[in-house]
């Protein structure tokens, strides 16, 4: 069972946002400060997107945003486009281990 | 360019072994933190192994505490998972992944692992 807790799976059309939560369900990891999130592509390595909840990577759209209240990460993705369709998972880091969420499908109807 | 080559994977019965390498280029392997993560068919992705830069620090989770060895050879800029008395549920692919600072920011294309009779 994941220490963080995602949807199962969002959809969304072409050009609109969504947004994706992750919430920490343990004790350890309410305070996570350092939280990111990763794109997968069926049969690809994931890759990351957000780092220390809020960070863009180079290379990495300016569409996808990272936010955290409280115990709760978010992803949001800006017009959607259907090159965004894949597994998105969110991760919260501790001084030596990553511990990740049970990933969420996101479909581009 | 980073890169992470992991091999070594293959079909093995229970209670066997095996020893996964991943070849690190494009940066000095020694200078960070490196972990395992492994993705069981059609599931999520599972945190396995963590080495510090130092060595100093190392970790598992404990599905794999007491079976599972990670470790690095730095002259050869590589980094090793030893796989120990492997069950069912070990199957996966087992990815190579390099930290920078609280993230995982490099991922090498990963290898299978499928422990069957």
């Known amino acids: 069972q994941s220490a963080l807790t995602q949807p199962a799976s969002v959809s969304g059309s072409p050009g609109q946002s969504i947004t994706i939560s992750c919430t920490g369900t343990s004790s350890d990891f309410a305070d996570f400060h350092y939280v990111s999130w990763y794109q997968q592509h069926p049969g690809k390595a994931p890759q990351l997107l957000i780092y220390d909840v809020r960070y863009r990577p180079s290379g990495v759209s300016h569409r996808f945003s990272g936010s955290k209240s409280d115990n709760t990460a978010s992803l949001t993705i800006s017009g959607l486009q259907a090159e ?11 001084s030596t281990s990553l511990v990740f969420g049970g990933g969420t499908k996101l479909t581009v109807l | 360019e980073v890169q992470l080559v992991e091999s070594g994977g293959g079909l093995v019965q229970p209670g066997g072994s095996l020893r996964l390498s991943c070849a690190a280029s494009g940066f000095t392997l020694s200078s960070y933190e490196m972990n395992w993560v492994r993705q069981a068919p059609g599931k999520g992705l599972e945190w396995v192994s963590y080495i510090s830069n130092g060595d100093s620090g190392i970790s598992y989770a404990d599905s794999v505490k007491g079976r ?3 470790s690095r050879d730095n002259a050869k800029n590589s980094l090793y998972l030893q796989m120990d008395s492997l069950r069912a549920e070990d199957t996966a692919v087992y990815y190579c992944v390099k930290a920078a600072g609280t993230a995982a920011d ?12």
Not at chain 1, 84 to 94: I, V
Not at chain 2, 109 to 115: E, F, R, S
């Open chain 1, 84 to 94: 965004d369709e894949a597994h998105y998972y969110c991760s919260s880091y501790t």
């Open chain 2, 68 to 70: 599972f060895t990670i």
């Open chain 2, 106 to 117: 490099n991922w090498g294309q990963g290898t299978l692992v499928t422990v069957s009779s």
